[in-house]
């Protein structure tokens, strides 16, 4: 039985489970934009706000060795320290969000974009002609 159990299981062994948080953690803030499913996002959410409180509030190397217990990835790592640091001076919480997109199609799953709020996003398509 799972109760008071309230964190979500991701229908995975623990392990596996904490091993696709990192490397969904690790995207999110290289790419600062992935399409996963919403209770993915969901979970991952907590986390990427986690790392980026730390990057901003600690001190650099303290700040490294934390984001290194979630983070795969020293380039990400450095992007934290770097950019997203700059970023979100002025902000306290509430570094990403989660767009819905639709629904996959194999098995029904519901879809989102998990962005990075105020990221530059390059553009997709052909850009407008302007006359």
Do not use: W
Not at 20 to 42: D, G, H, P
């Amino acid at each position: 039985m799972r109760h008071r159990n309230h964190s979500k299981r991701l229908a995975r062994k623990p392990h596996q489970a904490r091993s696709l948080l990192k490397n969904l953690v690790t995207s999110v803030i290289l790419y600062e934009k992935v399409r996963t499913t919403q209770k993915r996002a969901q979970v991952a959410k907590a986390l990427v706000d986690r790392v980026i409180t730390v990057g901003k509030r600690e001190r650099t190397d303290l700040a490294i060795r934390k984001m290194n217990r979630i983070l795969t990835d020293r380039n990400a790592c450095r992007k934290v320290l770097e950019v997203l640091k700059k970023r979100y001076a002025s902000r306290s919480s509430g570094f990403t969000r989660l767009v819905p997109v639709g629904m996959r199609k194999g098995d029904g799953a519901k879809l989102v974009d998990f962005i990075l709020m105020d990221a530059v996003m390059p553009m997709v398509g052909k850009a407008k002609k302007a006359s």
